[in-house]
């Protein structure tokens, strides 16, 4: 889970700038004259001075980046005509713009449109599994019982071990042949499932993966939530008669909204990207059926020869232009329902 | 795409970070000739697979007896992610190998985009007088010699001799008798008669061979995966798993693949000469004479079996050439090969090794000679090594059930287009 982490303490640190900028910078000040402004850059440098490093370090490691795939996507570039040195021979590149060609190409091909739904499917089947498991084990935890802190310990382990390692291990339990999870099944008497030999099969295996390793988050960011919930609340509802499940349903969830509405798109975001789970555990494969966007986009651009970087950009753009799709709406759904966020 | 070579824990760990680790350095700026005598350091990116790779790389190292001067540097690169990462060191320029052991298919497409040295004028006439033809013609790009052939190889029908005895069954020598076989395999013991590699296209290679096809004409510029022969060679596969003679897998294929015949549960697989020094470790040929090979079984049209095999190229952007070359030309001399022949059952690429009495006596050589000298020889194109990641998929999904074999094989064309542009 190196990712999820490294994520969120970059848009942390995004946040971080927006909030500084806004508060103390002259956006916030009345002036609009030019004496203004000068006053206001005078009064505020230092301000200015402590966020410039961030900005500079954002703009050079994901706006110039950006900035390129969009300009790579409008040409066709692959690598045959690509600049590259080889030794001490340098190689100019001939690649050429041609418009929006690309994104012609990888929208009218079935693929795109196939993939694109298997990813919503896989997404969609994650987060909600994860939500509900992550909320069914925070309420569980947060209570008094003995030996409170080793449970949340276990609970949380998935989150501790990096990524790839725990994917392998997955796929070793999975093995058909020689895997644990058949030979467990088979000393039950029953048959040995194909788990990621069959597509079905091999959809759910990487959805289980997938959720066993986002529960530890969601649990401790809904643990987190379920703590700030006043206890009187709880106290009030139980002196009117209500029962646990309107107690749950009238005090808990509207309490943890705010919480899980955040994670919830996070989560949301994490998961339509989510290359190590499927390209690690499945490759893909069988044939093409768990392949999701990203996992497509790495293959148009690694595994194809001559390697299609125009093509793979295009993707890449695509991906980015649904998931800021998706927060748009996220954001505006949020909003009407009162949610300042 | 030809053997998923390694544990998989590696070779998926490389991929992920094969942008982030280049691997190794080089020593800078070391020049090589101080008076005739070569010196710095050589690189070698390896591919060979868990059960060879000691062998080789006490062999590379020793070149250090040779050229006191020089030091070898040997790295392993599972062979699954190597042309991925092979490119994305020599597209970027810093921290890649002087040498590397290419697949036969990886040649041409690393010579068109700019990547290997050309071999010395002497050492490519050397190729042409003294190796196997067909494996010269693999290091070859539009008329010059980018590489030196290291090992040939072909595929061919592995078998548990005690197995097939105790059956009543003779080696199959097409689909229909590899179908009867099987069936009396699973009569008397309940074991599965032929573990198919399901997740590797090139096991699929004999089945279009066998039914008189091929995956592309060069010649005519013309992609004849999805033709009728292509259709037949994905319903033969198909029909194996279909029939109960086979059992297949769309993931781990190696792995499982190697387990289910090294411990006896399956009675029979195709593989190729690099699989006989892994298969000699398992329980079942601890007498190795326990393991027969036969040519691959026969479709409707003959018995076809792809030509493979490893070459040595040398980057062009190598500090070091001669001794990189120097290095190429000494794991490619026939004492090297004889040697390897002997170990790993390998097979030389140099015509003269064959005469040698190591090579002569070993069993395996004298099998996969004949079968090697009759292998069908691929289209040595540029995109010859991506054409077998899409008809991957295709070939999994046919041999799995998930598609019919008519549809496997349009789906492959229309790929296979994709990437051939302008052919028909």
């Known amino acids: ?341 | 795409m030809r053997r998923g070579i390694a544990a998989t824990a590696l070779v998926a760990t490389l991929a992920l970070a094969a942008t982030a680790c280049g691997g190794d350095t080089k020593d800078d700026g070391q020049e090589t000739k101080a008076g005739g005598e070569l010196s710095g350091t050589v690189t070698w990116w390896d591919t060979s697979n868990d059960a060879e790779k000691a062998s080789f790389q006490k062999i590379a190292e020793a070149f250090t007896a040779k050229h006191p001067k020089v030091t070898v540097k040997y790295v392993n690169v599972p062979y699954g992610d190597a042309q991925n990462k092979v490119k994305n060191a020599f597209s970027s320029g810093s921290e890649a190998p002087d040498v590397i052991r290419a697949d036969v298919g990886w040649v041409a497409d690393f010579a068109s985009l700019g990547y290997l040295d050309e071999v010395p004028a002497e050492t490519a006439k050397k190729i042409d007088a003294e190796f196997l033809p067909q494996a010269a013609a693999s290091g070859k790009f539009e008329g010059k010699t980018y590489a030196v052939p290291q090992v040939i190889d072909t595929l061919g029908l592995f078998y548990n001799k005690k197995m097939l005895a105790d059956a009543g069954v003779q080696p199959p020598k097409t689909l229909e008798e590899l179908k009867t076989a099987a069936a009396a395999i699973k009569a008397k013991s309940g074991k599965t008669g032929l573990y198919l590699r399901g997740d590797d296209s090139y096991w699929f290679l004999p089945f279009i061979y066998g039914e008189g096809g091929d995956l592309v004409d060069a010649k005519t510029k013309t992609v004849t995966v999805d033709n009728a022969a292509g259709v037949k060679a994905f319903k033969a596969a198909r029909d194996l798993i279909t029939s109960g003679a086979a059992t297949t897998n769309a993931t781990d294929g190696w792995t499982n693949m190697q387990t289910a015949f090294k411990s006896g549960e399956a009675a029979m697989m195709i593989n190729g000469p690099w699989a006989v020094a892994d298969s000699y470790a398992g329980d079942q040929f601890k007498d190795k004479s326990n393991l027969g090979v036969a040519a691959v079984p026969a479709g409707s049209a003959k018995a076809g079996a792809p030509q493979g095999g490893h070459d040595l190229a040398v980057y062009a952007g190598s500090k070091n050439t001669a001794a990189a070359h120097a290095f190429v030309e000494y794991m490619t001399s026939q004492e090297i090969q004889v040697q390897s022949a002997k170990d790993l059952s390998l097979l030389p690429t140099r015509t003269a090794a064959y005469e040698q009495p190591d090579v002569k006596s070993s069993e395996m050589v004298q099998f996969f000679k004949p079968a090697v000298d009759k292998a069908v020889e691929r289209a040595w194109i540029p995109e010859n090594g991506s054409l077998f990641e899409p008809l991957k998929v295709e070939y999994t999904k046919a041999v799995t059930g998930t598609a019919t074999p008519e549809d496997a094989a349009k789906a492959a064309g229309v790929e296979f287009r994709k990437i051939l542009k302008g052919w028909k």
């Not at chain 1, 609970?155 to 997955?170: C, N, R």
């Not at chain 1, 919480?259 to 044939?287: E, K």
């Open chain 1, 1 to 341: 889970m190196a990712a999820h982490t490294s994520q969120s303490v970059a848009k942390a640190a995004g946040e971080g700038t927006g909030n500084t900028g806004a508060a103390r910078g002259p956006s916030r000040t009345t002036a609009r004259s030019d004496r203004g402004l000068k006053q206001a850059l005078a009064t505020h440098w230092y301000a200015w001075a402590m966020i410039a490093p961030v900005v500079l370090v954002l703009g050079v490691i994901i706006g110039w980046p950006l900035v390129r795939g969009i300009y790579l996507s409008l040409t066709d570039a692959n690598e045959r005509n690509v600049a590259r040195t080889i030794g001490v021979r340098q190689i100019e590149a001939t690649y050429e713009f041609v418009g929006l060609d690309n994104y012609a190409a990888v929208l009218g091909d079935p693929v795109f449109w196939q993939r694109l739904v298997w990813t919503v499917l896989w997404t969609v089947g994650c987060v909600s599994i994860t939500f509900v498991l992550g909320l069914t084990l925070a309420t569980m935890l947060n209570r008094q019982f003995r030996g409170r802190a080793a449970y949340r310990m276990a609970l949380i382990l998935p989150w501790a071990v990096p990524g790839f390692v725990s994917v392998f291990a997955w796929r070793f339990l999975f093995n058909r042949d020689n895997g644990i999870l058949n030979k467990l099944l088979d000393g039950g008497g029953i048959a040995a499932i194909p788990w990621l030999d069959d597509p079905t099969w091999a959809k759910v295996s990487v959805i289980a993966v997938n959720v066993w390793l986002g529960v530890p988050f969601m649990m401790v960011a809904l643990l987190g939530g379920l703590q700030s919930i006043p206890a009187e609340l709880y106290e009030a509802a139980e002196m009117d008669g209500a029962g646990p499940w309107q107690r749950f349903r009238h005090i808990t969830l509207p309490g943890l909204r705010a919480v899980s509405m955040t994670v919830i798109l996070l989560s949301t975001i994490w998961t339509f990207n989510m290359f190590p789970v499927i390209f690690l555990l499945t490759r893909g494969g069988p044939g093409d059926s768990t392949e999701i966007l990203v996992t497509q986009a790495f293959r148009e651009a690694f595994i194809a020869s001559p390697r299609d970087f125009a093509g793979s950009a295009t993707w890449g753009v695509l991906i980015l232009a649904l998931l800021m799709i998706f927060a748009l709406v996220y954001r505006r759904s949020l909003r009407k329902q009162g949610e300042v966020w």
